[in-house]
């Protein structure tokens, strides 16, 4: 490879297209976030297109980070699920770190939203069945995605009418752990989008996968409504009501849909992770059951998608724990200054 990566997380172009990392031919950008940046590329060796994440060399110049992307990219590349995009191979060269994927074609649920808005409720739950498979696949391999969001969803063509979309859940190859773990995330940060974020990972405090049970109800509450359940005219309001206010039901937002969908979505969007779901699967079996049951007049499932394998949800959700729910957890102490008034920003 020739020329530095340097400016890889950057708004300009790397300049990278066209020259070769490793074995890979870089062939087009195709997206960048702030530690790392996707191509299209070309594998050399096997003359098969693939979607390569280099990430920021900072990263690679952090001894605690490779060892942990490391072992992380093994862990990822493990877990062989139909809804996980596959990891190829991970690795160093020349001071970059790169991982390179299965390039799936097609758009992400983000690009599908800004599109079409709000989806038939059929679509939302056969999108959500699928990214719910994947990350309790994940959670089976003790790992946390962290950053579950319509970008990190990717939506293909299907293999037939009763499955027009086949759904990806990516970037699984950089976990949000490492770079807390190694000094990237300042006191106050934390790592995961704003609109889609879990309260405990707000305040600091230990996760587990129904993080990612919170944000996917936050996911699916945009795919029914067109917006994320909450919208603040700025990120300190957005955080407080994540941790303090309770979301607004969807029926305010989509009149019509099935009335047990607003239960099931305040279940899964509990300020304490022990009042949510237990699983992903459970959420999206819950969802189901609420959107084909017969006695509406919205435009639900009506049982459509119960075939074998990733869309099979069938089974009983344990029940909730009893008594009220605990009240919220203190502020974290960066943002005691803001709460100091008892009440949320203006």
């Known amino acids: 490879m020739t020329g530095s990566g340097a400016d890889l997380p950057s ?37 098969r297109t693939v979607a390569l994440k280099l990430l920021a060399p900072e990263l690679a110049r952090n001894d ?17 699920h139909p809804n996980i995009v596959p990891v190829f191979e991970a690795g160093e060269t020349e001071g970059l770190l790169y991982i390179a994927m299965r390039y799936v074609p097609g758009q992400d649920l983000r690009a599908l939203l800004d599109r079409t808005g709000p989806l038939p409720v059929a679509t939302a739950v056969r999108i959500a069945v699928q990214v719910a498979s994947a990350l309790d696949a994940a959670h089976a391999h003790d790992l946390v995605h ?17 499955r027009p979309e086949h759904v990806y859940l990516t970037d699984f190859g950089l976990t949000k752990k490492s ?4 000094g990237f995330t300042s006191v106050g940060q934390f790592v995961g989008t704003l609109d889609y974020v879990a309260p405990e990972q707000i305040s600091g405090r230990p996760v587990d996968g129904r993080c990612d049970v919170y944000s996917l109800g936050c996911v699916v509450y945009e795919t029914l409504t067109g917006a994320p359940p909450f919208r603040r005219d700025d990120d300190m309001a957005l955080l407080w009501a994540h941790q303090y206010d309770p979301p607004p039901p969807l029926s305010d937002a989509r009149p019509g849909l099935p009335p047990g969908m607003d239960g099931v979505l305040a279940k899964a969007l509990a300020k304490a992770p022990e009042y949510r779901f237990d699983s992903c699967m459970e959420f999206v079996t819950e969802l189901r059951r609420a959107a084909t049951a017969e006695d509406h007049g ?24 009893t008594g009220p729910p605990p009240p919220p957890p ?16 203006p």
Do not use: C, Q
């Open 179 to 182: 770079l807390s773990l190694t």
């Open 298 to 321: 919205g435009d639900g499932v009506r049982g459509e998608a119960r075939g074998d394998g990733p869309g099979d949800v069938r089974g009983d959700v344990p029940p909730p724990p």
């Open 64 to 80: 605690t980070f490779r060892k942990r992307f490391a072992h992380e990219s093994r862990v990822a590349a493990a877990i062989d």
């Open 11 to 47: 708004g300009r172009p790397s300049g990278l297209v066209g020259r070769d990392v490793a074995h890979y031919r870089i062939d087009a950008e195709v997206g960048r976030g702030g530690m790392a940046v996707v191509y299209r590329a070309t594998d050399l060796r096997l003359g």
């Open 146 to 162: 962290r950053d579950v969001k319509p970008g990190n969803v990717l939506v293909a063509e299907g293999t037939d009418s009763d």
């Open 330 to 345: 203190a502020p974290p102490l960066w943002a005691l200054p803001v709460f100091r008034g008892g009440g949320p920003p």
